[in-house]
């Protein structure tokens, strides 16, 4: 009895904190059963990839994410045929070309030799494309959401090499897609000796159809497309193939007419997600959150601007970090109704430091869409509405 009456007092005053007189039907009835598989709590709807139900693209809602880890479901998706639905008992996967033995593997092949799981970012080229011209989009999933980091396990790429026997001459592998585009990239050999994986598993499961279900190339740090998904060949070749893919996509329109191709390292690259455009700052303690991540290896550090670059202090990093993935860095600060301007920079472990757009389209003009990673900014009002800088 004396157990009830205090629960039901707690009851009341949970319900009076939260400035109602109503006890919620949480605290007196047994909640639901567990689903067989979890999804997200339903009042989280709002956060979705956009826009929705597109075929070949779809943004990931950055500023939701809690962690250096994207969650499977939002993950940023960019495909050239839609989504194949792949029975795994069907897939293969032949190695062939400049090789002395060539290989079909079954899915059930590859789940028998040895596998690594490693946290790696994935960033298509064309991210932050929109604003080559300066500013153009409102939230940071319409700039940068075409970049995800998850745990990918697989086989690396090398060992798999050493069972086919790669003749001296083979210096590039082509990667082949199944789906109905079947898209390739090229890809230098010197990365499937380094850290290319062959994965099928995302996050603890398996790969998401959309990323590549049953199996994908992983070359971490390389630009998105070159992650070939739903992965059926590999070629060693002498030289790079051509494609469509590689002539009429994936190559940087230069000012002098000529263009960039086989641009493959994302460099490195910071996007504050906090307070981003479309959120409003409350008074008081605020935390600047973003992420940070290089194609080329580790975030060295990254500062942070709160007066548009005039002044910078050094953000706070997450451990761990790790190669080739996202860092989330921290900085704290007072907002008591002034107008602020907000931008980070990020510095790799090889010492290159994030450029402004300015000196940016110094080098590469306007004419590509490709390879943006200029430093990026908020504005934050005097009413703490928060739009692009
Ligand atoms: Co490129």
């Given amino acids: 009895m004396a157990c009830m009456r205090r629960t039901s007092f707690l009851q009341r005053a949970f319900a009076m904190l939260a400035g109602t007189n109503v006890i919620p039907g949480w605290m007196r009835e047994p909640g639901g059963t567990v689903p067989a598989y979890g999804s997200p709590s339903s009042f989280e709807s709002a956060v979705a990839r956009s826009p929705a139900d597109a075929r070949n693209i779809a943004l990931s809602p950055l500023a939701a994410q809690r962690g250096i880890i994207t969650a499977s479901g939002l993950c940023f998706v960019r495909c050239h045929a839609g989504i194949p639905a792949i029975d795994p008992s069907q897939h293969r996967l032949l190695i062939h070309g400049l090789v002395k033995s060539p290989l079909v593997l079954t899915m059930g092949d590859l789940a028998r030799l040895p596998a690594v799981a490693r946290i790696h970012f994935l960033e298509c080229s064309g991210n932050t494309g929109s604003e080559w011209r300066g500013p153009a989009a ?16 697989g086989v690396r790429l090398r060992d798999l090499l050493e069972l086919v026997g790669v003749s001296p001459s083979a210096r590039w592998f082509l990667a082949e897609g199944a789906d109905a585009a079947a898209f390739d990239r090229s ?32 070359v971490p740090g390389y630009e998105g497309s070159a992650n070939v998904k739903w992965l059926r060949r590999i070629k060693l070749l002498a030289q790079p193939v051509y494609s469509r893919e590689e002539t009429a996509r994936y190559t940087d329109l230069m ?32 935390q600047v959150v973003g992420f940070a991540w290089s194609g080329r290896g580790k975030i060295a550090h990254v500062d942070v601007s709160l007066d548009g670059g005039s002044s910078w202090r050094r953000a706070a990093l997450d451990t761990p970090v790790l190669p080739k993935a996202f860092s989330r860095f921290t900085v704290a600060f ?4 002034q ?13 290159y430091v994030q450029p402004t757009l300015a000196q940016l389209v110094r080098v590469r003009g306007v004419n590509s869409g490709y390879h943006n990673n200029a430093i990026h900014g908020w504005r934050v009002s005097t009413t703490g509405a928060v739009s692009r800088l």
């Fill in 138 to 153: 409102e939230t940071v999933q319409q700039s940068h959401g075409l970049a995800s980091c998850c745990e990918w396990t």
């Fill in 187 to 218: 890809i230098p050999i010197a990365k499937a000796y380094d850290d290319a994986l062959l994965a099928y598993g995302q996050n603890g499961e398996m790969l998401r159809p959309e990323q590549g279900y049953p199996l994908r190339l992983i």
């Fill in 334 to 337: 007072d907002w008591n109704g």
């Fill in 339 to 351: 107008d602020m301007a907000l931008l980070s920079r990020a510095t790799d472990e090889t010492g």
């Fill in 255 to 286: 000012p002098n007419g000529s263009a960039r191709a086989f641009t493959l390292i994302m460099e490195a690259k910071s996007v504050i997600v906090s307070p981003s455009g479309g959120q409003h700052v409350s008074s008081g303690r605020n």
